[in-house]
């Protein structure tokens, strides 16, 4: 609950500069928000890691350009895909180490 009103108060400011509308709905843990107008951030590179058979953070938000590399701390190989969307991929099977 506490990051949802942070966002909302960061938000808020955020809008009364550069936006004439917006509304704010749902409830949930990971929260994110595009905001029409606002400067683009900068190309970074994330990392997702492979830890316990789960990603380590489950959500992450990225502006385009930027990369993710998924990093395997598990024992055994991950293999990571999306098939749906504009973009689908497959990184193939990889163990223990850096990741791709």
């Known amino acids: 609950m506490i990051r949802i009103g942070m966002v ?4 808020a400011l955020v809008m009364a500069a550069q936006c004439s509308a917006a509304t704010l709905s749902g409830r ?19 990392e997702v890691r492979n830890t ?14 930027s990369s993710v590399r998924f990093p395997n701390d598990d024992p055994f190989y991950h293999s990571i895909y999306a098939s ?8 193939g ?8």
């Open 8 to 11: 909302i108060a960061v938000l």
């Open 93 to 100: 099977y990889y163990g223990n180490g850096p990741g791709k």
């Open 52 to 65: 316990n058979k789960a990603f380590m953070p489950d959500v992450i938000v990225i502006g385009a350009g």
């Open 28 to 46: 949930g843990d990971a929260v994110a928000v595009w905001v029409a107008g606002a400067p683009a951030p900068s190309a970074v590179t994330v």
């Open 84 to 91: 749906d969307g504009p973009d689908p991929f497959d990184i």
